[in-house]
């Protein structure tokens, strides 16, 4: 069953299409990112079901009742900003019973709800210190103990980590999944960043240029792109052009050289397409004076990046492109820039796309 419908959702600003036709569903419960690069429109969609857009076209649903004439005071969601928006002459408490206070909540419920939510986000100690005095993280904990308080129908979150720094964004974020597992209430989260989405989120709808292109669950959007964009904005991936020669088979010709990747079927010959391939699982062996093992292309270690436990090597290949190889640091010794090296990958590893 539905908690929220977004049903053919669309919105222009000046003649230009922000949102084309956008339409998702959400089970109650569920935490769904919106990750795209700026201007994709994913805050734009989050506005609408805030109340603060309205759409030109299609409609939301929570539950079954049509709420998309409805004004933001109207709809009972809460929202947490990337920029706080606390009110500096308030304490933390007095923030989080805003709120409350509007709708005339009874005092003794007020101050209830105003510790529950405090000690909920780990600021029961901090609840008479105003704004200034806290540092950004406690702020925007501030702020969502705010947004949970009125217990709202929907939890809308815009890019509330990007003003932090990387250490503090991770252990909010890892709070901001355990209280959305602990209070169960169902959120949207809005973010540029794919590690984050990837790490929170029950599922992820990936949006680029107005379209929701693909939506799945974390691992689903990792391992099986649907898009070229998806592909190349997700994780790491080296692209490289080439052209079916038997779908059959699964045989792509890269240059003059003929290589099999099994998501080559689904295409017809002579088409072209694009292969993607996570370093992770591109295979790297020394080229030596047995020759070119089957299915893989000569090339070239032109450079070496140390990730501790790996080590990222590019491969200029002699076709012309370049390849990202992952392998363990242990072995990487053995692979030094100038090493001539043949790459390749699993039959079942290389996505294959349409050319566009």
């Known amino acids: 069953m539905s908690y929220l419908s977004i049903e053919n959702v669309a919105k ?31 805050t734009t969609l989050l506005r609408i079901l805030a109340g603060f857009e309205h759409a030109d076209k299609g409609r939301v649903l929570l539950g079954d009742r049509d709420i998309s004439g409805l004004s933001a005071n109207q709809r009972n969601m ?53 704004p200034h005095q806290l540092s950004g993280g406690q702020q925007q904990r501030v702020a ?21 720094d990387a250490k503090v964004r991770v252990q909010l974020r890892d709070e901001i999944r355990r209280i959305q597992g602990e209070t169960g209430i169902t959120t949207v989260f809005v973010t540029h960043d ?51 020669v038997d779908a059959d088979e699964g045989v792509i010709a890269i240059n003059d050289m003929k290589l099999h990747a099994e998501r080559a079927r689904g295409f017809g010959n002579n088409e072209n397409v694009k292969v993607f391939l996570r370093p992770e699982h591109v295979r790297l062996g020394a080229l030596n004076g047995s020759g ?31 390849v990202l190889a992952d392998v ?14 043949h790459a390749g990958w699993d039959f079942d590893h290389a996505r294959v796309l349409a050319d566009r």
């Open 328 to 341: 363990p640091t242990s072995d990487a010794s053995e692979l030094g820039i100038g090493c001539r090296v």
């Open 194 to 244: 794919q590690e984050e989405a990837l790490s929170i989120s029950d599922r992820v709808a990936v949006m680029y240029g107005g379209d929701l292109v693909q939506i799945g669950e974390p691992a689903e959007i990792y391992q099986e792109p649907a898009h070229s964009f998806v592909a190349q904005f997700i994780g790491v991936s080296s692209v490289l052009s080439g052209q079916v």
């Open 12 to 42: 222009q600003y000046d003649g230009r299409t922000v949102l084309n036709d956008i339409s998702l569903e959400l089970p109650p419960g569920e935490f769904l990112s919106l990750l795209g690069p700026s201007g994709c429109g994913k």
């Open 78 to 130: 809460g929202m947490v900003f990337q920029a706080y928006s606390l009110f500096p002459n308030m304490t933390a408490a007095d923030n989080v019973r805003f709120g409350l206070r509007v709708r005339k909540v009874d005092a003794a419920e007020q101050r209830r709800r105003v510790d529950e939510m405090l000690d909920l986000v780990g600021l029961a100690e901090h609840a008479d210190k105003y």
């Open 292 to 322: 070119l093992p089957p299915d893989t292309l000569p090339g070239t270690v032109c450079e070496r990046v140390f990730l501790g436990a790996t080590t990222r090597l590019t491969i200029g290949l002699d076709a012309g492109e370049q």
């Open 144 to 164: 969502l103990a705010r947004a949970l308080a009125i217990q709202p129908t929907l939890l809308l979150l815009d890019e509330p980590l990007s003003a932090l």
